[in-house]
């Protein structure tokens, strides 16, 4: 079993940048494939991006490509995920959630895949 915890959530003004991370304890990230989640008051859980455990493959949201990048720790046992043109619609709550190396061949974009997930950390984009 992991455990998880987000940080580096924060207030920053539209076009600002953060940096997000979710570290791991009880076993090593290493074996875990994760996700970046998120959810604005009133709306539904969103995908936002997810690296395998193997840290061949990462995936994005449409709404953050190009603007946002997942990255893997592996000395640190962390994922990271930094956020650059940050908007007002990306304001939210993010989670970093992990799912075992061998869900791998399962969606990466689906809450459903995860097993395990942090508290949160809040992210204030202000216009």
């Known amino acids: 079993q992991v455990q998880l915890v987000e940080s580096g959530g924060g207030l920053v003004q539209a076009g600002g940048s953060l940096r997000l991370s979710c570290a791991a304890s009880?076993?090593?990230?290493?074996?875990?494939?994760i996700g970046w989640f998120r959810q604005a008051p009133g709306k539904e859980r969103e995908f936002v991006a997810a690296?395998?455990?193997?840290?061949?493959?990462?995936f994005y949201a449409d709404s953050v490509k190009g603007r946002f990048t997942i990255s893997r720790d592996r000395a640190r046992n962390t994922v990271d995920l930094q956020m650059n043109s940050l908007k007002p619609e990306d304001t939210a709550v993010y989670y970093c959630?992990?799912?075992?190396?061998?869900?791998?061949?399962?969606?990466?974009?689906?809450?459903?895949?995860?097993?395990?997930w942090g508290q949160g950390t809040q992210v204030t984009v202000s216009s």
């Open positions: 009880g076993r090593t990230s290493n074996d875990y494939n």
């Open positions: 690296t395998k455990w193997s840290g061949t493959s990462t």
């Open positions: 959630a992990a799912s075992p190396y061998y869900k791998s061949t399962l969606s990466m974009n689906s809450f459903r895949t995860y097993d395990y």
